[in-house]
């Protein structure tokens, strides 16, 4: 049974279309405009190499820890069940959950900090606008155009779902003359789901990757009110039942008391803002998916003690300041001898500036951890990519 959608919701035979004109349009196959969107990302090879780049953990051993990969379909997961819960469209959702981090270079943050320092004086580097330009150029499967050629309504979404860009860098500003996005305006609330669905996932998540790494204790995340609190209600549920039985409870019994929120938040800004179609939800003015005020405090309480205890944990800081050293020394080798990198790559380099730098840094974002050691271990030997764990 399809879904009835609401009024504000966004309509695929709606959609303000693609840059590139496709033979047939959308009417080939049973997939709308949006479903097929989806699809292009599932297939495209960005969207695979997230399976081997960095959540929390910088190049994992252990089989079950989070990458980049599993977290974007966690939070597809999330986003789909609020978007259904208030008539949204789902496969929009979905598209800009499974998309938002195909930007990310290797080593997650490690990696973009050190691209923004290789960066500096050529416009620096940032993930969510690489992943405008992997979408709508670098990425370029079909014969007749770059990029997928997504509909316009899911690079808004990818652009903005965190809110109005108000001083978008060279890249951003590159595609938003291509293909003008509004950044000036607030997204569709598919977008803004999904921007809430990756902090929900990653709020989350990341507490039992900590956990099984031991980089946290039980003891340790009690101190968090919101997450003592949940406890307390998850104990009395399960009377009896071994502390470690119920961390993952736990997990799920926060992710399912934070999207009950953001539902019931957002229907009341909804009601309360008198919106009645997606051009009232762009021209609202702020955003209208969130969090109560109160959740939103408690997760602010939350985050502080992930940075404090996990992100910025001793053993992780190590680790990232290893993974920033194999990306600076790469991108120096490679603007320094072009023909290290791969052959359809470095025939490509520019010997001017800005051009060249740029060309080098989408090379080594588009890299996975793994490559990314691997090319630093045969260029400089095995120093530091052992020492990457």
Not at 214 to 223: A, S, V
Request: charged share 25%; glycine share 8%.
């Amino acid at each position: 049974m399809s879904q009835t959608l609401a009024p504000y919701a966004c309509q695929p035979e709606r959609t303000r279309g693609r840059l590139h004109a496709e033979p047939g349009g959308e009417t080939r196959g049973p997939r709308d405009a949006f479903q097929r969107d989806r699809d292009r990302i599932i297939h495209s090879i960005a969207f695979r190499r997230l399976r081997h780049k960095t959540q929390v953990f910088v190049a994992p051993d252990g089989d079950h820890y989070r990458v980049r990969l599993t977290h974007s379909l966690e939070v597809a997961q999330i986003g789909r069940t609020i978007a259904r819960a208030l008539g949204l469209n789902e496969d929009l959702t979905e598209a800009l959950c499974l998309a938002h981090d195909i930007g990310h270079p290797p080593f997650g943050h490690a990696g973009e900090d050190a691209l923004e320092a290789a960066m500096e004086g050529q416009g620096g580097f940032d993930h969510n606008a690489h992943t405008l330009r992997v979408l709508m150029l670098l990425e370029s499967p079909y014969p007749r155009w770059p990029g997928l050629n997504l509909t316009w309504d899911m690079l808004e979404g990818l652009a903005k779902h965190n809110g109005p860009v108000a001083n978008p860098g060279w890249a951003m500003r590159e595609l938003d003359a291509l293909f003008p996005l509004e950044l000036g305006h607030w997204p569709s609330l598919e977008a803004q789901v999904a921007a809430i669905s990756d902090d929900i996932a990653y709020d989350n998540h990341d507490i039992d990757d900590g956990l099984r790494a031991g980089l946290l204790t039980l003891d340790q995340i009690l101190e968090v009110p919101m997450v003592a609190a949940c406890w307390d209600r998850v104990r009395a549920r399960h009377p009896g039942v071994a502390p470690e039985r119920l961390l993952r409870e736990l997990v799920r019994d926060q992710i399912g008391g934070m999207v009950n929120d953001v539902i019931e938040t957002t229907r009341q800004a909804i009601m309360d803002a008198g919106v009645r179609d997606v051009a009232d939800v762009r021209s609202a003015g702020m955003a209208l998916s969130g969090f109560s005020p109160g959740l939103a405090e408690d997760e602010r309480v939350l985050k502080r003690f992930m940075y404090a205890t996990l992100y910025h944990h001793p053993e992780q800081l190590a680790a990232a300041e290893k993974a920033r050293r194999i990306v600076s020394d790469l991108f120096a080798a490679y603007r320094s001898d072009p023909g290290l990198m791969t052959e359809n790559w470095s025939g490509q380099c520019s010997v001017a500036e800005p051009a060249r730098s740029r060309h080098i840094a989408d090379y080594i974002a588009g890299m996975t951890d793994r490559f990314a050691q691997k090319r630093h271990e045969e260029i400089f030997g095995r120093a530091i990519a052992d020492t990457v764990d």
